[in-house]
């Protein structure tokens, strides 16, 4: 089974990347973008065990490595039966 | 409007930081982690415009910047009304 971690800087934190993307994109054009928010995008492969139990499982590997609380949220999405 | 774009490695390119978060997360006690495939993740706020219009337009700024296409692909989402 899969499953897919999107992890984010805080609203309340800066984000220079997303700040340095976004002048890039308005300077190649596209002056319609109004913000960019970069972020981290992780797919894990894993053995297979009920829904529940791998979704506490990856929020623990996210408590203990993925993402760092104090400035970032993270999002977990559970995807059963995929290679 | 929002858009949301997910950039992975292409399945043939070695992900040598994916290799390095599966080994920590092993030595960490998560022996059910198989593999792991690192990618970035980015959220566009954009002026509204046609969801066709939108796909194309991000389309666009991943050809010329967000994404490598030699090495990476992308998924794009879009997401009408949300802030």
Redesign the interface.
């Known amino acids: 089974m899969k499953a897919k971690v ?3 800087l805080k609203k309340s934190i800066s984000d220079p990347k997303g700040t340095a ?1 976004k002048s ?2 308005n300077q ?1 054009g ?1 002056q ?16 297979d ?1 009920p829904k529940e139990q791998a979704k506490e ?1 990856v929020q ?2 996210c408590k ?3 993402a760092n609380e104090v400035m970032e949220t993270y999002q977990i999405e559970i995807m059963e039966g995929q290679k």
């Open positions: 999107y992890v984010t993307v890039s994109l190649l596209f319609e973008v109004k913000e960019v928010r970069m972020g981290k995008y992780i797919e894990i492969e894993m053995q065990m499982t623990s590997m203990k490595l993925l």
